[in-house]
């Protein structure tokens, strides 16, 4: 998790502020071509998905990716971490080793969550069901995400904060954030009955049969 990054601390923080000043700059636009638009982002065709800084910054995707949103907004957020020099204190951190590489995958997996779900959408959310597993859910139905994606961005929202969230079903953990905070289980670990373990927590049922809890503060 992007707590384990001890080279580079408060790095996260810092990126989330980066994040946040960028959407305000598009308008808190989330349709990939559009935003690319704004931020003055041009896209071609070449052998592999990739990116130039430029100018003109570039996205460079292989001609089955053309018009693939999700793929195009991978590309725009390896272009934020250059932009931001998120990248070039990763490889300073880690160089180009696969260590290094994976924390570069994991941050544009952070961003995802921003991006998709601006600050508008979330407060949105909040505002009509408070800090609780029901908004999250709320926050992946307006955004079209994935409840996976709505987690990480709620867990993540304030650096400084204490949260936590997990998905399970059964007894299985299928995923989870924390923030600032810890849980007594790890992903793919079978727990008897987690509402039992954290009484604290708000869940929120999915008709699938998972189940989404998250925590505010130490569990």
Known sequence: ???DMVHVEGLPGRYIQFLQQLQALADHE???????EKYGVKIRTGERNSVLLGPPSTIILEPWALNNPEIIIHELHHLMQKW???????INAYGDAEEGIHFMELFCKFAEGFTKIPEPMMK?????FGHTARAVRHMQQLSFTTLNVAMFRWVHAHPGAERAGFIFKGKGIQDLAVCNSSLPFWVGDRVAEPQILLPQTSYFKLPDGRVLGIVEGSP
């Open 1 to 3: 998790m992007l707590k």
């Open 30 to 36: 989330t349709h990939a071509l559009a935003l690319s």
């Open 84 to 90: 931001s020099t998120v990248e070039a204190q990763l």
């Open 124 to 128: 949105k959310a909040t505002a009509r």
